[in-house]
């Protein structure tokens, strides 16, 4: 799901496809990205809650559990938030009667928010991860799998920034950036989605004291 999410918005960014097919349908493309964007992060998060420890005899929890000192559990949560802000974005985008003041409040504020959320999201997953690393050996692979993630995170972020549209004239800040941002970091997503499909080598031992896998 994360990769034909990462596909749908690197399309979407490809000036020569919102060309072909126009604004509308080039928003559609995002808005169906970003809601398997969502149903990956649920899955993630939920994967997350199932690996907390057990608490008395049930290893059961349920969905709404409070963890934030479990790294898994908290990157999770917040990516998953931030595709909500995703959803609601480019949902919005959809629509073409807004003005530009609607715009700034209901495309570009969830836009910028989600962002945050995915940047939050990626650097707490990096920080789990390289509890993973030990001295002397090369980084595992979910830990050169959390560096993209947020190398794609930065570049949503910077798509966010240059997405601002201002109030005065109703035109984007910089739509070229915006373009180049979002398809940058959907092309780092989609490359980590591509190596999460390869298993991780069990050559290398886990701390014991960590609580969860990523």
């Known amino acids: 799901m994360f990769i034909i999410g990462s596909s749908l918005f690197a399309l979407g960014a490809v000036p020569l496809y919102s060309e072909a097919v126009g604004l509308r349908w080039c928003a559609v493309t995002f808005f169906v990205g970003s809601l398997f964007f969502?149903?990956?992060?649920?899955?993630?998060?939920?994967?997350?809650?199932?690996?907390?420890?057990?608490?008395?005899?049930?290893?059961?929890?349920?969905?709404?559990?409070?963890?934030?000192?479990?790294?898994?559990?908290?990157?999770?949560?917040?990516?998953?938030?931030?595709?909500?802000?995703?959803?609601?974005?480019?949902?919005?985008?959809?629509?073409?009667?807004?003005?530009?003041?609607?715009?700034?409040?209901?495309?570009?504020?969830?836009?910028?928010?989600?962002?945050?959320?995915?940047?939050?999201?990626?650097?707490?997953?990096?920080?789990?991860?390289?509890?993973?690393?030990?001295?002397?050996?090369?980084?595992?692979?979910?830990?050169?799998?959390?560096?993209?993630n947020v190398a794609g995170s930065v570049a949503f972020g910077i798509s966010a920034v240059a997405a601002f549209v201002i109030p005065s004239s109703g035109d984007v800040w910089n739509a070229e950036l915006s373009n180049l941002g979002t398809l940058v970091g959907a092309l780092c997503f989609l490359t980590g989605a591509i190596l999460m499909l390869s298993p991780e080598s069990t050559d290398t031992s886990v701390p014991a004291d960590r609580e969860t896998h990523s």
């Open 38 to 148: 969502t149903c990956a992060a649920f899955l993630q998060y939920r994967e997350a809650v199932d690996a907390l420890p057990a608490v008395g005899a049930t290893r059961r929890h349920s969905f709404w559990v409070w963890a934030p000192r479990n790294l898994a559990w908290l990157a999770g949560g917040i990516q998953l938030a931030g595709t909500l802000w995703f959803n609601w974005s480019t949902g919005n985008a959809v629509r073409d009667n807004l003005s530009a003041a609607l715009t700034d409040q209901r495309v570009w504020r969830p836009d910028a928010l989600g962002s945050i959320a995915f940047l939050i999201a990626s650097g707490v997953a990096l920080r789990d991860a390289g509890r993973l690393a030990i001295g002397g050996r090369p980084r595992p692979r979910v830990w050169k799998i959390g560096v993209i």
